[in-house]
């Protein structure tokens, strides 16, 4: 049976913010989301969903038409859920890991599909104590989204190295800028999306695992960014959880323009719809250089020419946007890259503060700190 893929003539944008809770003393991850959920259904507005753990919980964003509504919209929820959050002697923060905590240490959320995913995966699904930023945007079609990922795939490293906040795993420096990415690619139906000719072919290989009883529905599947059909979007999910709001806007402007931008790139009949699998075979490799070294991975941009620094390379693709940004009216949110560029990721911060306190525990506070300061 085929797939209805439900489009979006415009290119609507929203977004899924996972986010730590924490003991204000410890700053310790700690269970308070079966509590904190019961009491956001009776709050006007606050758009909150349990995730996996119970030391997490995931704010969605409403359908918005420009990244500075979407701003607007996720503000305004991230101060409700904090000022929940502070009523209930809990602090909040957004990492692709947390600094110190122990997936052993987590409790699962009690609802079935939970409880499913972790018999199904046992000790895989059990390290899934991480943290993500998920971005969607609307695409008009099925074969659309297809043609759009099959290029989109080669900006993997670009919005990773951005995004990056997880060097540090269970008390321990992984010597990575994200080893959130590296947990997912364990996963049978995680990391890069694998290479479909057209949406017919995406439909035939969604049909054979769904009739199978391997997947139940697109959520099953934890690629890098996949075609969500149910929502009429292309939904990037390779980004780290995103330290500050600003941060969170400029990456949410960035995968915007670029679905835009190669989509635009089809339809003038700038770009052919037979996409070299060359893109495929390089997508491993380059994907692992923003994973290990950030923003100063070095990533394969054509088959047999010399590597290039990713920074050099955003850089030049933040140029190469700005017409498209400024017709979707995101010039702002889109030059809070360039700040990312200047003062580094996530990652780079957090090591900076343990190499200067040797403390973890100020690791935490200063992601405390920084959505604090950002949404305030």
Same mark, same amino acid.
């Given at each position: ?32 989301? #079966? ?11 606050? $758009?909150?969903?349990? *995730? ?5 919980? *995931?704010?969605?964003? !409403? ?10 919209? @996720? ?8 000022? @929940? ?11 692709? &890991? ?65 995004? &990056? ?11 990575? =800028?994200? +080893? ?30 769904? !009739? ?6 697109? $959520? ?18 390779? +980004? ?16 915007? +323009?670029?679905? #835009? ?11 052919? $719809? ?7 075979? @390089?997508?491993? *490799? ?19 020419? =010399? $590597?290039?620094? @990713? ?8 140029? &190469? ?9 995101? *010039? ?22 343990? !190499? ?13 700190? =920084?959505?604090?300061? !950002?949404?305030?």
């Amino acid at each position: 049976m085929p797939i209805e893929f439900k489009g979006s003539r415009k290119p609507t944008v929203g977004c899924e913010v996972e986010i730590q809770l924490l003991d204000p003393e410890t700053l310790d991850m700690k269970s308070a989301a #079966v509590e904190l959920l019961a009491v956001a259904k009776k709050t006007d507005g606050l $758009r909150l969903k349990s *995730e996996l753990t119970q030391a997490m919980v *995931e704010i969605n964003t !409403s359908v918005c038409q420009t990244i500075g509504e979407l701003g607007e919209d @996720l503000q305004d929820q991230l101060n409700k859920l904090r000022s @929940l959050a502070r009523d209930r002697d809990l602090e909040l923060a957004v990492s692709g &890991t947390h600094p110190f905590a122990h997936w052993r240490d987590s409790k699962i959320f009690p609802v079935e599909r939970y409880r499913q995913i972790i018999d199904k995966f046992q000790w895989v699904g059990r390290r899934l104590n991480t943290f993500g930023l998920h971005v969607h945007v609307g695409v008009e079609d099925g074969e659309r989204a297809i043609a759009i990922i099959n290029v989109l795939i080669n900006y993997i490293p670009h919005l990773l190295a951005l995004s &990056t906040s997880s060097p540090f795993w269970n008390g321990a420096d992984t010597g990575m =800028e994200s +080893c959130r990415v590296a947990i997912f690619a364990s996963f049978p139906t995680g990391g890069l999306p694998y290479f479909f000719v057209d949406w017919k072919e995406f439909q035939r290989y969604f049909a054979a695992l769904n !009739s199978t009883g391997t997947i139940q529905s697109i $959520r099953d599947i934890y690629w890098d960014i996949r075609p969500h059909f149910d929502f009429g979007t292309i939904e990037v999910r390779v +980004c780290d959880g995103v330290s500050s709001l600003k941060e969170t806007l400029g990456i949410a402007a960035l995968i915007q +323009c670029l679905i #835009v931008w190669i989509d635009s790139q089809y339809q003038k009949g700038q770009r052919s $719809r037979q996409i070299h699998m060359q893109h495929y075979w @390089l997508a491993p *490799e380059n994907k692992w250089q923003a994973a290990r070294y950030g923003l100063d991975g070095q990533i394969i941009v054509q088959e047999g020419t =010399e $590597r290039k620094l @990713l920074r050099s390379h955003l850089a030049e693709l933040l140029q &190469t946007l700005a017409p498209t940004a400024q017709s979707l009216r995101c *010039e702002k949110e889109l030059k809070y890259v360039e700040e990312i560029l200047k003062r580094g990721s996530s990652a780079a911060r957090q090591r900076m503060v343990f !190499s200067k306190t040797n403390s973890l525990k100020a690791v935490a506070s200063a992601l405390v700190k =920084e959505l604090k300061d !950002s949404i305030e």
